[in-house]
C-alpha cells in the first residue's frame, strides 16, 4: 500500500487500516427482475449497450437498459475522449474506424433483438447522459447472451460494471466466471480480427488478454460491506487490512484483472493507496 506524502511504520499502518474495520454486515442486494416478450423501442439514443426497451409483461412503463459487463464502440463524434479511449484499446489508428465499428454494434444490437428478448435487471442505476432513468441489465435471446455475443463478434470489449449472476437461473454464475468467459470470448474475436479488431493493428496474445488489467472508470465508491485491502504490488497477495462498510475509497484505475487501484482517507485525515477486489467494490 502507498501513503501520500510519507511513509508509517507497517505496525502504524495496521493500527489506522483497525480504525476503518466495521461489522460484517452487507447491504443486500436489489433483487432480479424478469422482463418477458420485449421489443426494442426505436430512438435515436439507442447503440449497441443502450437502448430504449417496451416489457410484454409490464404495460405500465418503457425502460432503458444498460447492458452489464460491456461497452460497445461510440457510434457517433460527441465524446472525442471516450473514442481515443475505445481506439487506444483495440489500437485503431483513425477515430472513424471506432464509429465505423459502433454503427456496426448498433446494427448488430438491433438486429439480435428483432424478434423479442428477456431483459433481467436489478434496476441498479446506470447513469448515462439521457434524462429518462437507465439500469443495468442481462438481456438474452433464447439462450444467447446479448454481451457476450457482442464480445464474440468483436464489437464490444470487456469493461464497466458486473454483477453476480449465480442467483439468476438463465446464467446461474459467479461475477469472476463471467468476467473470464467474456476475456475468453474476446481474445477468440481479435484473434479472428472480427468487428472494432478488424481496424486494429495491435497482434493478438494470449498472454496480453488473460494477464491485462481490466479496465475501468475513475469513479468513487462507497463500500457495502468490509473490504480487504491488498498493497499496491500485485504479486504480494496477503491482506493489509480491513476497510469499513460505508467508506468512500476512489477507484484510481485496473491494476489486474481482478483488482483496482484505490485511494481513501483514514479517519486521522491520512490519504492512503492500496489494491482491492472489484468484486469487493461491486465493480
Not at 474476446?186 to 486494429?200: D, H, M, N, P, V
Amino acid at each position: 500500500m502507498h501513503k501520500n506524502h510519507s511513509s508509517l511504520p507497517r505496525l502504524v499502518l495496521a493500527a489506522a487500516l483497525l480504525a476503518l474495520v466495521a461489522p460484517a454486515d452487507a447491504f443486500a442486494a436489489k433483487k432480479w427482475r424478469e422482463y418477458t416478450d420485449c421489443q426494442m423501442i426505436q430512438n435515436s439514443a439507442n447503440d449497441g449497450d443502450s437502448f430504449h426497451v417496451k416489457a410484454g409483461n409490464i404495460k405500465s412503463k418503457t425502460y432503458l437498459f444498460r447492458l452489464y459487463f460491456v461497452d460497445t464502440p461510440e457510434s457517433e463524434k460527441s465524446l472525442p475522449e471516450r473514442l481515443q479511449e475505445q481506439a487506444d484499446y483495440y489500437g485503431i489508428a483513425d477515430l472513424a474506424d471506432v464509429v465505423k465499428a459502433g454503427k456496426e454494434a448498433s446494427k448488430f444490437t438491433a438486429d439480435f433483438l428483432m424478434n423479442g428478448f428477456t431483459v433481467h435487471s436489478r434496476l441498479s442505476d446506470a447513469l448515462g447522459r439521457s434524462a429518462k432513468d437507465r439500469d443495468y441489465a442481462m438481456v438474452m435471446v433464447g439462450n444467447l447472451d446479448l454481451g457476450a455475443e457482442l464480445v464474440r463478434n468483436g464489437l464490444a470489449r470487456v469493461y464497466g460494471t458486473g454483477t453476480d449472476l449465480s442467483e439468476l437461473a438463465p446464467y446461474g454464475k459467479s461475477e469472476d466466471f463471467w468476467w473470464k468467459r467474456l476475456r475468453g470470448a474476446e481474445l477468440e474475436a481479435k484473434q479472428a480480427k472480427r468487428g472494432a479488431w478488424a481496424y486494429s493493428g495491435a497482434p493478438a496474445s494470449r498472454l496480453d488478454a488473460l494477464f491485462a488489467p481490466r479496465q475501468v472508470d475513475e469513479q468513487d465508491v462507497i463500500l457495502a460491506r468490509p473490504i480487504y485491502l491488498y498493497p499496491l504490488d500485485p504479486r504480494n497477495v496477503q491482506p493489509l487490512g480491513q476497510l469499513k462498510a460505508g467508506l468512500t475509497v476512489r477507484v484510481l484505475k485496473g491494476a489486474t484483472p481482478d483488482k483496482a487501484q484505490v485511494r481513501f482517507t483514514s479517519s486521522s485525515g491520512q490519504v492512503y493507496e492500496g489494491l482491492a477486489r472489484f468484486v469487493d467494490l461491486g465493480l
